[in-house]
């Protein structure tokens, strides 16, 4: 069974100790009800269409993306909640010492960075989602370890999933396998093995993006509604942002090739979208 602890009394290290060991933790009423009312109010009325394809979700699921524009209280009560941006740096947070020139080496700090942010509504009759690694996008490989020899840096990204609504093993509750971010890469899941994670609204589950976890079937009545986001190690990117340095206009003269070879497209799974679509799509350049 996962570790659950009061969020207003919890410190980092006791959180970090139990993600070493389990991979996961609940942290409880990390999210007041007064900011988890705001959020709603700003995120319930982009909920829209549901889910086009049975890829990545189930297709009774809406989801709300581009976050930063829509729910500031979202960014800074959640993605940046002081506890999980903690544990968050001490998971993540890469120290580099090279020498720059022949007197003297240098130190270069690089911090997490936020990977992606999204709200996810399940209806009813969804289905479960396949049992699967959230660093599958970052090509993540790993040797199998013990709890024991677990060290800061060997995920390359850390998430969090507060409830928006109750969140049992009966409406679509995340179900988790334990201990599954010790595997190696090469081990298959096995489903006898998860466990539903069951979260009151404003509880958190904090979760090393090596874990096998999924949502499970919606078998209620009413839709499960979670809002998830996940850190990544801040020098995963480019080293020059060729987002900003293009207008679309300009863009839109380039083959489609060097579109994809400027970071203008998905990379295999599902990294670097837009609005949940290959960049060049949301751009109206075709994909």
Known sequence: MLQRLDAHIATANEALDSLARDGGIVLCNLIPPDILS??????????SSFWESDSLFSTKSRVVSSIA???PSFITNIACNPLFLEICDHLLTSTYTCWYGTESQEIFTS????????AISNHPGNEPQKLHRDDMGLH??????SAQEYQPGRDAAVGIFVAA????????????????HLWDTERRPDEGMAVPVGLEPGDAFV??????????????????????????????????NQYLTLSKEQLAQYSPEVMQRLGFA???????????KD?????GLGN
Request: net charge positive; charged share 20%.
């Open 111 to 118: 911090k997490p960075q936020l990977n992606a942010a999204i």
């Open 140 to 145: 993540h490989r790993l040797p199998a370890i």
């Open 69 to 71: 524009a829509k729910s």
């Open 279 to 283: 960049p060049r799509e949301a751009l």
């Open 165 to 180: 609504t109750q969140t049992n093993q009966k409406n679509g509750a995340t179900r988790f396998i334990p201990g599954s």
């Open 38 to 47: 705001q959020i709603s109010t700003d995120l319930t009325p982009h909920f």
């Open 266 to 276: 998905a990379s295999e799974p599902f990294h670097g979208w837009v609005d949940l």
């Open 207 to 240: 979760m090393l993006a090596s874990c096998f976890h999924g949502g499970s079937a919606n078998r209620s009545d009413r839709e499960r509604t979670i809002y998830s986001a996940f850190y990544t190690k801040g020098y995963l990117r480019q080293e020059e």
